[in-house]
């Protein structure tokens, strides 16, 4: 049995379903990790049983003890192994007859750490394969399932989490948290989370796969630094973006990267990023993201907004400064911005100011108020030849930014076409005003540059689709 | 007289310091840029005399109005000139006979808005120079000195100000708003700023050239997006930056960025930006950023570290992801990575956990604790091949963050080669750690590559003054 074929929809759910997690390495002591696990699985109010399993205690956290994971009276079907690498492999074996279905591996000092590791990374996948267990890690943090009807915080980390639609595949613990943690700062949920370390057994191609039938999962971003097949991981990663965004972030493209890269994972870098002067093939229709922060920002636009149908993009401003940075960023980022159409002309220059500029960018004018527009955006976005708008709005004292607020998400909600909103503003004395784009689950972006980048993000990945 | 010759370090004083300044248009409306200038500079205190200027009120804001100009009693260094387009050159000729030094024409409807404003602009230009005044705009916001000892918010905006180090050009007034209400978010200083609008006297290059000679201003961020000489633009940027760090922001790149432009601000693209397919010169070692945020977070490093004294670069980090994503962001920014010397590696070896990578990125691991970070930090600063650290940090629960974050602002404060720190965390769980760091003056990023960008601007911008 072969099983690091990528899984079916129903391969990985005992995983991320499990009915019972068991802690083996499970500590009394506070500030390890064998009993943080223990404790976010509880502050988390994860739905399953708990199981702590350690030869000495009789109770951690107000949980019943096990010394062993074979005097567990139910079924478990999630392990995680805080021990010493060393005795991985005969705690992988009592696992295998007491019949676990998943272990993560937490644990460090294999594959990573040289020839002894490797061998004995080998020696645990060969008792995982024997009994038919699954692996995630070695050398890794775990696995989150935020679905309220679980919650499942199988993680020693400390990132609050909000259920939402947003799925996060980081071979890198730290890369991950930092992911995870930056979506709550922008008050965005996470559906589910996978750190896999070594990835000796379940690897991204079979996670995301799984996520792409997810039917919560509406975005995934997937950060890989060591891959044992590029090739293989490039066809999962387009018949999964077939199917959902894939916000791809993977460094190592760099000699030195990749040389820190071989240290982290213990693998090969990919190589497949388009930064990457070695890329073997290219990158075809598949999101790359240079950084954290903007794969971060084009997941929001994927969460709240519905795709385009195409890549024409309508630009409307108050301020002609932004309206030029946009079109730049649109424009390198595969849209086009196809000038306003002779009917769609006539009306604006009905109800805009004359000094205003009807154009791709339109600038409406820093005095244009909520009546300007919203007229400029019902326009724009019943243009044949418009497939998204980008609304620029710095918020101006003169001008009843709240009333603005209020008929933009109004037309954005109803509208079949993506609204993307950069609101340039003082986030204390505009408070109200962004508090209706929050409260109408539209997404908004504080510069001009982010937003025009999230929505070719959107587009590329719509065209792309079709 | 050419007044448009790019001034010494004295002939922009009166702009910034300005004795008096008059608003003529100024407007007992509320919520109308003739009454938020006055009141503007009279909640930040300015220090000189305030005269609104109007044929109707006696008192505006508690301050007495005179109906002309020329019946102010005292003498008046700078006007703002909120009135119609066409009404401009009669007040500006009134302004001559006063002997005002400088206007702010915040009026727009000139060099932008066709044949007719060119016509109007030329015949402005002209009165100016018959009477040796300086302009600034027309179609613009203004200028702020945010020197505590003068205060001068000669601006209609919005956005607070703390006395600071950083001084901002940009041409247009929306994007000016962002980048200051970005570094207020941030909590850096202003220094000073423009926001010159259509330019037609005094531009980007006159404004730099006097920062460059500013002892207050430690790094200027500059956004052009139409000039009238782009060669004689770069030979100015290049002169500043010998003197001052000058970050860049060049947009109207793409053709429908140009365009966009044209009808802004009214001249023509530059074409500088290394983004641009026409670019014709190289962009030598002037910094280009592409977005706002990029600019904001680099600025901050200038203003509160030491430039390195080369290109070597050494990483700290506790996660192997973070220090894979700093190695591809610094060797793409022109920084190199050297190994730890034999000694540096020997002493590293003795005081690390036997796991830790001592390499460069150099992996101290999760478990890293106060010891380790503060030796590991030490021996790189001291080492002969390190010009640099970024040193990243990921919060464990586990680890005494605050003693880290002591150690760390102790030994980055001692060394005169440049800390960045990167701290990956939950701002809210980890606000004693992050305070220390502010406390101590030394700027912490979020994310690697974000801390990366900022140490290879500081590193291109100290190696080509070299």
Same mark, same amino acid.
């Given at each position: 049995?072969?099983?690091?074929?990528?899984?079916?929809?129903?391969?990985?759910?005992?995983?991320?379903?499990?009915?019972?997690?068991?802690?083996?390495?499970?500590?009394?002591?506070?500030?390890?990790?064998?009993?943080?696990?223990?404790?976010?699985?509880?502050?988390?109010?994860?739905?399953?049983?708990?199981?702590?399993?350690?030869?000495?205690?009789?109770?951690?956290?107000?949980?019943?003890?096990?010394?062993?994971?074979?005097?567990?009276?139910?079924?478990?079907?999630?392990?995680?192994?805080?021990?010493?690498?060393?005795?991985?492999?005969?705690?992988?074996?009592?696992?295998?007859?007491?019949?676990?279905?998943?272990?993560?591996?937490?644990?460090?000092?294999?594959?990573?750490?040289?020839?002894?590791?490797?061998?004995?990374?080998?020696?645990?996948?060969?008792?995982?394969?024997?009994?038919?267990?699954?692996?995630?890690?070695?050398?890794?943090?775990?696995?989150?399932?935020?679905?309220?009807?679980?919650?499942?915080?199988?993680?020693?980390?400390?990132?609050?989490?909000?259920?939402?639609?947003?799925?996060?595949?980081?071979?890198?613990?730290?890369?991950?948290?930092?992911?995870?943690?930056?979506?709550?700062?922008?008050?965005?949920?996470?559906?589910?989370?996978?750190?896999?370390?070594?990835?000796?057994?379940?690897?991204?191609?079979?996670?995301?796969?799984?996520?792409?039938?997810?039917?919560?999962?509406?975005?995934?971003?997937?950060?890989?630094?060591?891959?044992?097949?590029?090739?293989?991981?490039?066809?999962?990663?387009?018949?999964?973006?077939?199917?959902?965004?894939?916000?791809?972030?993977?460094?190592?493209?760099?000699?030195?990267?990749?040389?820190?890269?071989?240290?982290?994972?213990?693998?090969?870098?990919?190589?497949?990023?388009?930064?990457?002067?070695?890329?073997?093939?290219?990158?075809?229709?598949?999101?790359?993201?240079? @950084?954290?922060?903007? #794969?971060?920002?084009?997941? %929001?636009?994927?969460?709240? =907004? /519905? &795709? $385009?149908?195409?890549?024409? *993009?309508?630009?409307?401003?108050?301020?002609?400064?932004? @309206?030029?940075?946009? #079109?730049?960023?649109?424009? %390198?980022?595969?849209?086009? =911005? /196809? &000038? $306003?159409?002779?009917?769609? *002309?006539?009306?604006?220059?009905?109800?805009?100011?004359?000094?205003?500029?009807?154009?791709?960018?339109?600038?409406?004018?820093?005095?244009?108020? /909520?009546?300007?527009?919203?007229?400029?955006?019902?326009?724009?976005?019943?243009?044949?030849?418009?497939?998204?708008?980008?609304?620029?709005?710095?918020?101006?004292?003169?001008?009843?930014?709240?009333?603005?607020?209020?008929?933009?998400?109004?037309?954005?909600?109803?509208?079949?076409?993506?609204?993307?909103?950069?609101?340039?503003?003082?986030?204390?004395?505009?408070?109200?005003?962004?508090?209706?784009?929050?409260?109408?689950?539209?997404?908004?972006?504080?510069?001009?540059?982010?937003?025009?980048?999230?929505?070719?993000?959107?587009?590329?990945?719509?065209?792309?689709?079709?």
């Amino acid at each position: 049995m072969d099983t690091r074929t990528p899984g079916g929809a129903e391969t990985l759910t005992p995983l991320f379903n499990p009915r019972s997690v068991a802690v083996i390495g499970a500590s009394s002591r506070e500030y390890t990790i064998g009993n943080r696990i223990i404790r976010n699985l509880l502050d988390m109010n994860y739905s399953g049983a708990v199981y702590p399993v350690n030869p000495k205690d009789a109770e951690i956290l107000g949980k019943t003890v096990y010394p062993s994971v074979g005097e567990i009276p139910g079924p478990v079907d999630l392990v995680h192994i805080v021990l010493k690498n060393t005795l991985v492999p005969g705690i992988l074996t009592q696992c295998g007859e007491k019949g676990v279905k998943f272990c993560i591996i937490n644990t460090a000092g294999f594959r990573e750490s040289g020839p002894e590791g490797i061998a004995l990374e080998e020696t645990v996948v060969g008792i995982a394969r024997e009994y038919g267990i699954r692996l995630i890690g070695p050398n890794c943090q775990g696995i989150i399932n935020a679905d309220p009807a679980v919650n499942a915080y199988c993680n020693f980390t400390f990132t609050r989490q909000k259920p939402g639609a947003i799925s996060i595949f980081a071979q890198s613990g730290g890369v991950g948290e930092v992911i995870n943690n930056r979506l709550c700062e922008l008050d965005e949920g996470l559906r589910m989370y996978v750190s896999s370390g070594n990835s000796c057994d379940i690897r991204c191609e079979d996670v995301i796969s799984y996520w792409a039938d997810d039917p919560g999962t509406r975005a995934i971003i997937c950060h890989v630094e060591t891959m044992a097949d590029p090739e293989g991981f490039l066809r999962t990663a387009e018949a999964v973006s077939r199917k959902k965004p894939l916000l791809l972030i993977l460094p190592g493209y760099t000699d030195e990267g990749a040389a820190a890269a071989r240290f982290h994972t213990g693998g090969d870098p990919s190589n497949l990023s388009p930064e990457g002067t070695n890329a073997p093939m290219p990158a075809g229709n598949l999101l790359f993201f240079r @950084g954290i922060e903007e #794969a971060c920002q084009a997941a %929001r636009a994927f969460v709240h =907004l /519905p &795709l $385009p149908r195409g890549n024409r *993009a309508s630009v409307i401003t108050n301020t002609g400064g932004a @309206g030029v940075i946009c #079109a730049d960023e649109l424009i %390198r980022g595969g849209c086009t =911005l /196809p &000038l $306003p159409e002779a009917e769609a *002309a006539r009306e604006l220059s009905e109800i805009l100011f004359p000094e205003a500029t009807i154009s791709n960018p339109m600038d409406v004018l820093a005095t244009a108020g /909520p009546g300007e527009y919203e007229k400029a955006l019902s326009i724009m976005l019943q243009c044949d030849n418009v497939d998204s708008v980008l609304l620029n709005f710095i918020t101006p004292f003169f001008v009843d930014c709240d009333d603005v607020a209020r008929r933009t998400v109004a037309l954005a909600k109803e509208s079949d076409k993506p609204v993307v909103c950069v609101i340039m503003t003082d986030r204390n004395l505009w408070k109200d005003t962004l508090a209706i784009f929050r409260e109408g689950n539209v997404p908004v972006y504080s510069t001009p540059e982010e937003g025009a980048r999230a929505l070719a993000a959107l587009t590329r990945h719509a065209v792309a689709g079709t």
